[in-house]
């Protein structure tokens, strides 16, 4: 699986808009971008997933360059309740094959 | 919705004992997986089944062992169990492309 390189930590207002990067250069064409995060302690939480189009569901927005070197997951009204470690996985996953490996993640503090 | 049930929830076992962790996933999830997460660490990923047969393995010591059973429910087994095992085991289960983890077992090695 494609290694990914995320920024260790973030900061965002309540409210606004929290993007997160997550470069991932060597993504091989079979490799889907998965964005987890694990709230203290808690289950890793499914966010998004996407191959090369962007994505959009109640929680999230990712935004895969056309190149698909790097992607942006962006939570459009960060709330209090959004502090996490936030993960980018490359992966050919499919949910019967493969799997999810955690990396670094980025600490996204969400500030009043 | 059904999520990804994990039992127990928490477990305190002594040095040398065997400490059994179950998971029930999500109903029609045919995939399990079990992750391991040391203290200030990232989930690592251990092992994986699909359909009953294990399907990938991960950095999962040869101490332990796990199986999925015939209603997709899966047993991961911990044998003499060192303080380093102490952590947090999550499993998770899927369908397709999404996987979806459950809350946790913390084992604690005394």
């Known amino acids: 699986d494609a290694k990914t390189t995320q920024p260790p930590s973030m900061d965002c207002a309540e409210g606004r808009a929290a993007n997160l990067p997550c470069n991932h250069s060597?993504?091989?064409?079979?490799?889907?971008v998965y964005w987890y995060r694990q709230i203290h302690s808690q289950g890793p939480q499914y966010i998004i997933h996407?191959?090369?189009n962007n994505e959009t569901n109640e929680m999230a927005s990712l935004i895969i360059t056309e190149d698909r070197k790097s992607s942006t997951l962006i939570l459009p009204h960060a709330t209090l309740r959004d502090t996490a470690v936030y993960y980018c996985i490359v992966s050919a996953f499919t949910g019967n094959t493969g799997k999810l490996i955690f990396g670094q993640g980025t600490t996204l503090q969400v500030k009043p | 919705a059904a999520g990804v049930i994990q039992s127990p929830r928490h477990l305190i076992k002594e040095k040398r004992e065997t400490a059994t962790l179950k998971c029930y996933p999500i109903p029609r999830h045919d995939t399990v997986y079990w992750y391991q997460q040391g203290p200030g660490q990232d989930p690592q990923f251990l092992i994986s089944?699909?359909?009953?047969?294990?399907?990938d393995k991960g950095s999962i010591p040869d101490r332990f062992s796990a199986q999925q059973f015939s209603d997709y429910h899966s047993e991961l087994n911990m044998s003499s169990l060192e303080l380093g095992d102490s952590a947090l085991y999550f499993c998770?289960?899927?369908?397709?492309?999404?996987?979806?983890f459950g809350q946790g077992t913390r084992l604690t090695v005394v």
């Open positions: 998770a289960s899927s369908r397709t492309e999404e996987a979806f």
């Open positions: 060597t993504i091989s064409g079979n490799e889907y």
């Open positions: 996407g191959l090369k």
């Open positions: 089944f699909y359909e009953k047969m294990q399907s």
